[in-house]
């Protein structure tokens, strides 16, 4: 299974103050990501597309749209996901923690979901714990009731390094978090528990992630 994790969108504050700077709030900006599966084998790939970036006083907000695709190319699913910015923290949807099972078994299904978001502070230090974060989203799949739920926990700053992908070199903070996903279906309940890392650069995101299913890297930046 691969992840839509938080770490493909979230970007880091710990460089910028200003909310304009942060890459996913510049309009027309694109982001691709490869991934591969746990044998490092080729498994596909996402494009992050800024849609539009609006200001509101000191606030900052944008759309992202996310395509998925699969080893061959196919369009496998898409999820327009948020993000807001006000006095330099940063509050991305949390949205992004769907699985890309779930995102491309519920592409064509009706949900609703109340708003929830994940925080990264102004500043990053190791050693720091950031906060958790939590969405349910309940589904209409052609007549079947299912209810999503997902839990990001445990989310630890453990060092600063520098990490070379082929869209460049990056310093990065290396943040390990636990993520739990729970699709009820007619009352009975799946859940999956996934450790992950990701590799968080300044100013930008998550660079490279990795868990048991595979990583995910910066490719290409636009």
Not at 141 to 155: A, S
Request: hydrophobic content about 35%; proline content about 3%; glycine content about 8%.
């Amino acid at each position: 299974m691969k992840l839509l994790t938080l770490s493909l969108f979230l970007i880091s504050t710990a460089v910028f103050g200003q909310c304009d700077n942060y890459f996913f709030l510049q309009a027309k900006k694109t982001v691709e990501v490869a991934v591969t599966d746990k044998k490092g084998k080729p498994n596909g790939k996402q494009l992050h597309k800024v849609q539009e970036v609006n200001k509101s006083g000191t606030t900052y907000s944008g759309t992202v749209s996310v395509e998925i695709y699969n080893e061959k190319g196919k369009l496998q699913g898409t999820n327009n996901v948020k993000v807001s910015c006000q006095g330099g923290i940063l509050n991305m949807d949390m949205r992004i923690f769907i699985p890309e099972e779930q995102s491309k078994q519920f592409n064509n299904a009706t949900a609703t979901t109340e708003e929830a978001y994940v925080e990264y502070p102004t500043t990053l230090k190791v050693g720091e714990k950031l906060k958790d974060g939590k969405i349910v989203m309940n589904i209409d799949n052609n007549g079947l009731k299912q209810k999503l739920t997902v839990v990001v926990t445990d989310r630890m700053v453990e060092a600063e390094e520098k990490v070379t992908t082929p869209a460049g070199s990056w310093d990065t903070f290396k943040v390990h978090y636990k993520t739990m996903v729970n699709v009820e279906t007619m009352g009975i309940p799946i859940k999956i528990n996934v450790e992950g890392t990701e590799w968080y650069a300044p100013g930008f995101g998550a660079v490279k992630t990795l868990s048991k299913y595979g990583t995910t890297e910066v490719v290409s930046i636009k």
